[in-house]
């Protein structure tokens, strides 16, 4: 509000700030404080963003990383585990679906989505089949195909069958367990198995997990053609 200011010669003044000084101090701190607020707001929204943008480059150069192990199991003779856990006896002759369990392990820093897994197997051989851990085949997993594939055994490429399936995601918490079976003859000296699993999480420069194990079968009167301790006797 103007204040008017008698003079001289009822010459008038106004005073524009005049009683309202207060006011105006008060308009200055409260327009350095919003100020201040304003500052404040925009660097914690930077340093949202840029926490936002570290995980996002975090999240972008993780990778899962794949590792398989694969013992047999419920073997007809012992299984050699002191020794070598991949050598069995059984009596000549005999033939039995042999068992192996089968563990797809994620020691990556992320979590692998769909995953392919393929067991080969070189002939001969009577089968191959996922199963359960009791040798059930499972139904709507039993196709096998044919192939022929070279192994490291003797880099010779030789007839040999597959199985495959896709698992959903594999975890960095805990491995994925499965089982498949092998139709297996005694005669067979060596059976070379090759396991492969691959996801896009390995990234296009790291080459799916592969790794060939050798099931060793001997008999199970000495001398054992086959290092390993004697086993026991067929279940």
């Known amino acids: 509000m103007n204040t008017p200011i008698a003079g001289p010669h009822h010459i008038v003044f106004y005073c524009a700030n005049c009683g309202s000084g207060g006011g105006s101090d008060s308009l200055a701190v409260g327009t ?80 692998a989505g769909p995953t392919i897994v393929n067991v080969v197997v070189r002939g001969p051989m009577r089968s191959v089949f996922w199963s359960t851990s009791q040798r059930q085949p499972l139904a709507d997993m039993s196709a096998t195909l044919e192939t022929e594939e070279a192994f490291e055994t003797d880099g010779a490429a030789v007839p040999a069958r597959w199985i495959s399936r896709e698992l959903p995601r594999v975890s960095t918490k805990s491995p994925v367990i499965l089982f498949f079976a092998v139709g297996i003859t005694s005669g067979d000296v060596e059976v070379p198995i090759r396991v492969k699993a691959d996801c896009d999480e390995l990234g296009l420069d790291v080459p799916e997990a592969s790794e060939v194990f050798i099931l060793k079968i001997h008999d199970r009167a000495p001398p054992y053609g086959l290092r390993g301790r004697p086993p026991l006797q067929p279940q």
């Not at 050699?80 to 990556?108: C, E, H, K, R, Y």
């Open 32 to 111: 350095f404080i919003a100020a201040v607020v304003a500052v404040v707001i925009a660097l914690i929204a930077l340093g949202w963003s840029r926490s936002e943008h570290i995980a996002f480059l975090t999240r972008l150069k993780s990778r899962a990383r794949l590792r398989l192990t694969l013992i047999p199991r419920d073997a007809p003779g012992a299984v050699d585990v002191d020794d070598d856990p991949m050598a069995i006896g059984a009596p000549i002759g005999s033939s039995w679906d042999q068992v192996f369990q089968l563990s797809v392990i994620n020691d990556g820093d992320s979590a």
